[in-house]
């Protein structure tokens, strides 16, 4: 017979979770597809509410995202909280997938070893990610010599002991909603650094790394680009500007450089913010770029504030969508009626986690919450998205 104490204890992890309407595409509680989209309209973890979304624009979806909630290490006395993970690949699917499938463990096994969530453990973590990725791109070099070019940006966020990590490589962003007493607005405030070559000051860090390259940012058709040839100076994986025996046939000789290098040219190291969480801060937007490159950061701040947690992350992407729309002179339905990869050329791949914080929950003793994961992500894509 099972205890009513035992009863009462699990009780709350058995509530189904909450979704949309039940109207729109099909899904489990992991989340719902329909057509290019994936969604999870609202879901709990132990700190509060989130909401997510993913939007497929290229042939095959390049973005990948998690959020775990629970322990954060392999420990029963160890550190637990909630990690968010956004990871925007390029040159393919493979970086993104890996670092989906091997960032977080890494996380928990060197917080197990140090007990506790730290700078260290997330540069640790990280640097894990990488090698495991180089060590994968070294075995399938004569196979697959492709996968040198291959790599992702990775964005993630820890919130454990009232304290949120920001970690990144790349360009995706973090920003979070901070509410103002006095005018009962609420401020976008942005707390991930980025590493893009349009950025002055990452032209300036890479020049001051590679003082002898004349070339080490090359502006072209209005963009500038490490080498001429990516726009983000840190990244997970791109092999073939990290390893010189990755930059060499068989890979295809547009990513191959006319001189040898011996340092790398792309860093691996994230930039790691951490921040006391106040009960004004309201909640947390992480995403890919591809909505950055249409919202700023005080209008998504705006939409979260003004419509309900309820698909709250759905409506950013349609909002993105409906500017990117815009831009290209075209209307919106039409827009949606563009295939993945087609679609490609009007909007990139957009990946939105909106995170709530409960400072009730966030007081307590998060081990009292019930563990919660997740992966975003198109399985099936249907050939129209319907956002």
């Not at 890494?106 to 453990?121: D, G, P």
């Not at 072209?220 to 930059?247: C, M, P, T």
Request: proline share 5%; aromatic share 8%; net charge positive.
């Amino acid at each position: 017979m099972i205890s009513i104490y035992f009863m009462k204890m699990v009780k709350p992890c058995w509530k189904p979770s909450v979704e949309g309407d039940g109207t729109r595409g099909k899904g489990d509680s992991s989340g719902r597809v329909d057509g290019l989209l994936w969604y999870k309209d609202l879901g709990q973890h132990i700190n509060g509410e989130f909401s997510m979304a993913v939007i497929q624009a290229n042939s095959l979806l390049e973005d990948q995202s998690q959020l775990e909630s629970g322990p954060l290490s392999f420990l029963d006395s160890g550190p637990y909280g909630t990690f968010i993970g956004v990871y925007d690949g390029h040159g393919g699917p493979e970086a993104s997938r890996f670092v989906n499938e091997n960032l977080f463990p890494n996380l928990k096994k060197f917080a197990t070893e140090h007990q506790e969530i730290s700078e260290s453990v997330i540069r640790k973590a990280f640097s894990a990610t990488e090698e495991g990725f180089l060590s994968l791109v070294k075995k399938q070099w004569l196979t697959k010599p492709q996968i040198a070019s291959v790599g992702s940006c990775c964005l993630a966020g820890i919130i454990c002991n009232g304290l949120l990590y920001i970690a990144n490589v790349g360009d995706s962003r973090a920003v979070l909603g901070r509410a103002e007493r006095a005018s009962r607005e609420v401020t976008a405030i942005q707390l991930s650094t980025e590493h893009n070559a349009s950025i002055e000051s990452v032209r300036e860090e890479l020049r001051s790394l590679h003082p002898h390259d004349k070339h080490i940012v090359v502006l072209r058709h209005k963009v500038w680009r490490v080498k001429g040839l990516i726009q983000v100076s840190r990244s997970i994986g791109d092999a073939y500007l990290k390893k010189a025996e990755f930059n060499r046939e068989p890979l295809l000789s547009r990513f191959r450089l006319p001189q040898p290098f011996i340092e790398p040219i792309l860093s691996s190291e994230p930039s790691i913010s951490v921040h006391k969480i106040r009960p004004e801060d309201q909640f947390i937007i992480f995403a890919s770029d591809g909505l950055w490159e249409h919202l700023s950061n005080q209008e998504a701040v705006n939409i979260v504030n003004n419509y309900p947690r309820n698909g709250i992350a759905r409506k950013l992407v349609k909002t993105a969508l409906q500017e990117a729309a815009k831009k290209r002179e075209m209307r919106y339905s039409d827009l949606k009626k563009i295939d993945r990869g087609v679609r490609r050329h009007f909007h990139d791949d957009i990946t939105v986690v909106v995170v709530f914080l409960d400072p009730l929950l966030i007081k307590r003793s998060s081990s009292s919450g019930c563990p919660f994961s997740i992966k975003g992500g198109v399985k099936a894509p249907a050939p129209a998205a319907e956002v």
